[in-house]
């Protein structure tokens, strides 16, 4: 029983194999820019929905299915998790995806690999964002930050130590062993001045 095409044809991470016709060896360039999927990324940086994500990718059909390779090219934006500064960072990643077609995909998981890892086409569609994702979000960095030297924010105030006017930022610290002693010299200089 052949399952139900869940796929809408006119999202455009969603691609159309039916030129290739399950002809092994027949090849399809494909020049696309789409709008980013929401939640691109991660809690500190990542690619906003609705930018622009610019795909070059070949279409290659084979024995098991579709080949889909090339790269992906976006702006990531995010925040410096030292100063909480905004940045932005180009983005350019190879993507390679084996698509199989769904006779095929249950001989793939008799062959050891995972179920959840093998992708099957939906009739003559391929659903490139789950793909996307699993090549983008890995290539974010893990900790952005705005410059490697950047030194973040004062623990005290919450400066930002890397604005030109903090350059001298200090405070007065008072170790907290002496704080009684420094409490009664205050009471005692408020005597004197009475």
């Known amino acids: 029983?052949?399952?139900?095409i869940t796929l809408d044809p006119r999202s455009p991470l969603v691609l159309d194999t039916h030129e290739l016709s399950r002809?092994?060896?027949?090849?399809?360039?494909?020049?696309?820019t789409v709008p980013a999927p929401e939640d691109l990324g991660t809690a500190v940086i990542g690619i906003p929905a609705g930018d622009d994500l610019e795909l070059a990718l070949r279409l290659?059909?084979?024995m098991e299915?579709?080949?889909v390779s090339g790269s992906v090219r976006g702006r990531a934006v995010g925040e410096c998790v030292r100063c909480l500064a905004e940045i932005v960072e180009d983005i350019d990643v190879d993507l390679q995806e084996l698509y199989v077609y769904p006779e095929r995909a249950q001989v793939a998981v008799e062959d050891g690999d995972d179920e959840e890892d093998v992708r099957e086409l939906e009739g003559e569609l391929i659903d490139l964002e789950p793909a996307l994702r699993d090549t983008v979000v890995p290539a974010l960095p893990f900790r952005p930050v705005c410059s490697s030297d950047?030194?973040?924010l004062c623990p005290q105030c919450g400066a930002r130590l890397a604005d030109p006017e903090n350059t001298e930022h200090t405070h007065e610290v008072l170790d907290p062993r002496w704080a009684e002693l420094d409490r009664m010299k205050n009471?005692?200089?408020?005597?004197?001045?009475?």
């Open 150 to 152: 950047c030194p973040g």
């Open 1 to 4: 029983m052949e399952r139900p």
């Open 65 to 67: 299915g579709v080949l």
């Open 60 to 62: 290659e059909a084979v």
């Open 23 to 32: 002809r092994p060896g027949t090849m399809r360039p494909l020049l696309l």
């Open 187 to 194: 009471m005692f200089d408020d005597t004197k001045e009475s």
